[in-house]
């Protein structure tokens, strides 16, 4: 990825505090028109979904009066454009969230004003590879190849062990006591790649494709304890959400939008302590292509191996049902874009098993006839607009389902 050159330093603005007050402001305003250029804007600018704030510091440096003149002219679009800024990305990879320019940014200029603290405004909208693809080679983020509009590029990701293991719901009911619903040593991996390739000229291509692959493979236990006979629902729960840097051969700024939800339920028909869980192992590789002459078809390949069960266990001989969905969602964004393609997996685990206790009762003999299943849903979409595929604004395609039993048979109450 194109390496941000880090913010220019402040110190000139300190020299010469002992001058008149006439030096001071001509100090500072030639060390305002030289603090900012086109290689470490991305550093000093603000950002919100619509605009690109200049600081009033800056608004009468060179750059900012001829986006101004070009802007209130009004004769040819005018493109913003950026990297993400060099201290924004955290441990491993991880976008912060209190950066205020995460993503980079691809603008389309609309308007400008002045606000009344002097900072320079620049309303915007989102724009797209292809529209600005002058802007991106005058900035330096490609080159403008009379072979082509872009070459086929991999851009590989991989995402550290994401720890889902939590307490979902804990209530303590009267007397009946305490329920609780968690998830215990469950855990995720991805990695994969995205790849996108533009032949012929970016505005009227011959053909173009966008493919995203993913590789996930983890474990899931749900762990249910209630104190008596209950039952209980957790609601989705978010377990995880970040963003996540990729690495980009072209040097656009690329992110992994990531995030995890469970959504669990778990109902017994007497005190129990239970758990049932599942490790899978899986791929699913999504996306489109299209050409001039063969036209446009969506890419899906799912493929899953099947699922290892983990447990189950039984402290007593109650009735229990369960089920957990656990939904993982992989949305790869291009500078600060809102949309593109996105690959969603959904694993849900089931338990039904019977207690050899009579009505609300249940010992801690006995045995538990039981039976476990694990479910994958698996499903694409999405847009390859702002992946300079501009042919190809939405993804669809069937989703893929299959279920596989993981036991059914009895097993022995476990203290």
């Known amino acids: 990825m194109k390496t941000p050159l880090l913010l220019l330093s402040l110190g000139a ?13 001509a100090t500072t305003t030639a060390a305002s028109e030289d603090e900012l250029t086109e290689l470490n804007e991305a550093q000093l600018v603000e950002l919100d979904a619509d605009h690109v704030i200049y600081p009033a510091r800056l608004a009468k440096s060179a750059r900012v009066s001829d986006l101004v003149a070009r802007t209130t002219k009004n004769a040819e679009p005018v493109y913003l454009v950026g990297d993400r ?12 969230h209190d950066a205020t320019n995460r993503n980079g940014y691809l603008r389309r ?33 490609r080159t403008l190849a009379a072979g082509g509009c872009s070459p086929n590029t ?53 053909a173009a494709k966008g493919i995203l692959t993913l ?3 983890g474990q899931i236990v749900l762990e249910g304890a209630f104190d008596g006979a209950f039952g209980a629902a ?4 978010p377990l995880f959400h970040e963003q996540i840097a990729i690495t980009s051969v072209l040097g656009y700024p690329l992110a992994l939008d990531f995030r995890v939800t469970g959504d669990c339920e778990f109902s017994s028909t007497g005190k129990v302590r239970a758990e049932v869980g599942a490790a899978v192992k899986g791929s699913v590789k999504t996306g489109a292509t299209w050409g001039r002459g063969d036209g446009f078809d ?24 369960a089920s957990c969905t656990v939904r993982a969602k992989a949305l790869a964004l291009v500078f600060d874009s809102n949309e593109g393609p996105y690959a969603e997996v959904a694993t849900k685990l089931g ?14 003999g006995g045995s538990v006839r039981a039976k476990g299943t694990v479910g994958l849903d698996v499903g694409i979409g999405g847009s390859l607009k702002p992946f300079h595929v501009t042919l190809i604004d939405r993804i669809e395609a069937p989703r893929y389902r299959k279920e596989w039993t993981l036991f059914d048979r009895p097993y022995a109450v476990q203290n």
């Open 215 to 217: 590789d996930m493979k």
């Open 351 to 364: 338990l039904d098993a019977t207690g050899t206790g009579t009505g609300t009762t249940s010992t801690a």
């Open 13 to 25: 603005l300190l020299v010469g505090c002992a001058a008149s007050s006439s030096d001071d402001d």
């Open 109 to 141: 200029v609309l308007g400008v004003e002045t606000a009344t603290n002097g900072d320079v405004v620049f309303t915007t909208r989102k724009a797209s590879l292809t529209e600005a693809e002058a802007e991106l080679a005058r900035k330096g983020f």
């Open 85 to 96: 800024r060099a201290d924004a990305v955290g441990a491993d990879r991880v976008l912060r």
């Open 234 to 237: 957790t609601g989705e729960v």
């Open 298 to 321: 969506t890419s899906f390949t799912p493929s899953w191996s099947g699922a290892t069960p983990i447990g189950p266990r039984f402290s007593a001989n109650a009735s229990v049902t």
């Open 154 to 206: 991999v851009n590989p990701f991989d995402l550290y062990d994401v720890d889902l293991s939590r307490v979902l719901y804990e209530r303590t009911i009267g007397s009946l006591g305490k329920m609780s619903i968690r998830l215990k040593d469950s855990h995720l991996t991805v990695d994969g790649s995205l790849e996108t390739q533009v032949d012929g000229s970016c505005l009227n291509p011959d």
